[in-house]
């Protein structure tokens, strides 16, 4: 492998990506209808059934699915086969609450998951909470990404292109495209960068290509190095395993930027043809990235210690050194990668931005400002964002599966406002707080109390499990007082 | 709204995708796989192929306009 991993071809590819992805940002910015809010951040609401399904699923796929998740495979082995589990899991959940919510936002101009929020509950104090802990979990979730854009560079380019680098410059290309063009150059980039996740992922098959025969081999290999890496999960490890498809489940149909594609779309029809085809995804996606991390186990046994998020570049390096055409397959891999991680940064930043625009500085200190200046102070937003995070990313301490685990522990305690709140009309404000908060409270007190995953259940399950019986206790306590009153006032 | 039916189909699928009814035994390949793996796939199809199902039966498409382009 030369010292820069794809060469000058593998360089220029990369750069050719970027400067399509700024000439995406300047069409889009062309194709705008006015500066209101709902054009900037939702693209008009107008998103057909092909550009939905491929900003769902460029957004769904991200960093942590090529880099991540081939490297807990690495880890533990193949018990990692429950990722495939979970990514159906978080397409199943949006059917609890998404032709609801769906319907609701063709009848109300609901630009964030915060302007939902305040239209079924009316309560400012339960937005505000709702919209930190949105913030809280997709900082982490943009940082997560902005850190992946790093590893990413500097694996694929044999360590020639730093780390730093290569944060602050695909960083700097995603602000300028999403400032030109907003949801419109967010939704097209992604339309493109999900042919390339897909061409990457025929890639991946044809690269790897494991007959029956080779994949018995390598399990074999397993069985014998690593036992425990091939070996029936014990029945703690199967708690885990549904705790885990519960948790990522919830938490990932409720991420405020897939909320936001639910408002986007032009029809039901574009959004029921972009879930059913999210649906067959996890197949076509996760399986091949969990065989990737599986063969990896056997081509990497000779590296020691190495760090569970480069194997991907690792393994993509040793191809592309072994003939021209794993080359070109490998390369494909790489623009996939890079577009997978910049297609969720991108939504991630927007997301954030409308959020702190429309629902921070639009009810304070903007308040009553026209929609052109909110937008222009939520891409001044994204920029502060952006500069903050970066300064995180440049000094990693912890892995990216470490992160992804992170915010869906705050992020699940959100879930029952939507899932709840659509279907249940009892469900008061104070006691969709009440049930928040102590969601959140038991999720933070688990692990503060020595006391984390009991029974190997993730503490936002727990969390979250509280909060439901909280919110169903307050309403119900509510409707009794209500009636004893009423019966009261008749007597 | 979907009708209830469909959730404790899920909750079945997504039971049996976790494999805690396999017996603890001598490696046994499938498809060049653990046999483990390749029945939590085969059930993850069969919730993938269950969801394109209920999303075009059950899930409604009365349309109403959009209140801002």
Redo the contacts between chains.
């Keep these: 492998m030369s010292a820069l991993g794809f060469g000058i071809a593998g360089l220029a590819a990369v750069l050719l990506y970027l400067i399509g992805m700024l000439y995406v940002g300047l069409l889009a910015r062309r194709a705008r209808a006015s500066d209101s809010l709902g054009d900037f951040y939702l693209a008009g609401r107008g998103l057909g059934p092909f550009v939905l399904f491929a900003t769902l699923y460029a957004t769904q796929y991200s960093g942590n699915s090529f880099l991540g998740y081939p490297g807990e495979a690495y880890r533990i082995g193949f018990a990692w086969v429950m990722s495939v589990g979970f990514m159906t899991a978080i397409i199943v959940s949006y059917l609890v609450f998404a032709p609801e919510l769906y319907r609701a936002s063709r009848r109300l101009p609901l630009v964030t998951p915060g302007d939902w929020i305040d239209h079924r509950f009316g309560s400012p104090a339960l937005t505000l909470v709702a919209n930190l802990v949105f913030v809280a979990a997709i900082s982490n979730y943009l940082l997560a990404q902005l850190m992946a854009m790093g590893h990413v560079v500097a694996g694929l380019s044999g360590g020639a292109v730093p780390y730093w680098v290569g944060v602050v410059a695909l960083t700097a290309v995603i602000l300028i495209y999403e400032t030109l063009g907003g949801m419109r150059a967010v939704a097209w980039t992604d339309a493109v960068q999900g042919v390339l996740i897909i061409a990457g992922l025929g890639g991946i098959l044809a690269t790897v290509a494991p007959s029956p025969a080779h994949l018995a081999a390598i399990t074999e290999w397993v069985a014998a190095a690593a036992p425990e890496k091939a070996a029936v999960p014990s029945w703690a490890d199967c708690v885990t395993w549904g705790s885990t498809l519960l948790l990522i489940g919830l938490s990932g149909a409720v991420y405020p930027q897939a909320i936001q594609r639910i408002y986007a779309a032009r029809s039901a029809r574009a959004l029921k043809r972009g879930v059913a085809a999210m649906a067959c995804m996890p197949l076509l996606t996760m399986v091949p990235l969990f065989l990737i991390g599986i063969i990896s186990l056997r081509e990497l046994s000779a590296l020691e210690g190495i760090a569970a998020d480069q194997v991907m570049p690792l393994l993509l390096a040793q191809w592309a050194s072994a003939s021209p055409w794993l080359y070109v397959a490998s390369l494909a891999v790489m623009l996939a990668v890079v577009a997978a991680v910049m297609s969720t940064a991108d939504s991630v930043l927007l997301t954030l931005s409308s959020i702190v625009a429309k629902d921070f500085l639009g009810k304070t200190v903007l308040r009553g400002a026209p929609d052109a200046r909110l937008t222009r102070a939520g891409k001044v937003s994204s920029w502060a964002i952006v500069a903050a995070l970066v300064g995180v990313a440049l000094v990693p301490r912890v892995t990216l599966w470490g992160l992804i685990e992170l915010k869906m522990e705050i992020l699940i305690q959100v879930a029952p406002l939507f899932m709840l709140g659509l279907h249940w009309r009892r469900l008061t404000a104070p006691a969709a707080i009440a049930g928040l908060v102590a969601g959140l409270a038991v999720s933070f007190a688990l692990p503060l109390a020595g006391y984390a995953r009991p029974f190997g259940v993730h503490d936002g399950l727990v969390g979250v499990f509280a909060n439901v019986v909280v919110c169903g206790t307050w309403s119900q306590l509510a409707v009794i007082r209500e009636r004893s009153a009423v019966s009261e006032a008749t007597a | ?2 009708p209830r039916w ?1 959730w404790p189909v ?1 909750l079945a699928l ?2 049996a ?4 009814y ?4 001598p ?1 046994r ?1 499938w ?4 046999h ?2 390749v029945l ?2 085969a059930v ?2 069969g ?2 192929l269950f ?2 199902f ?3 039966r059950y ?11």
């Design positions: 709204m979907l469909i899920y997504f039971a995708s976790v494999p805690w396999v017996p603890d035994g490696l390949i498809l060049g796989l653990p483990w793996v939590s796939i993850i199809a919730v993938a969801t394109v209920v999303v075009r899930w409604p498409e009365d349309e109403e306009a959009a209140p801002e382009r």
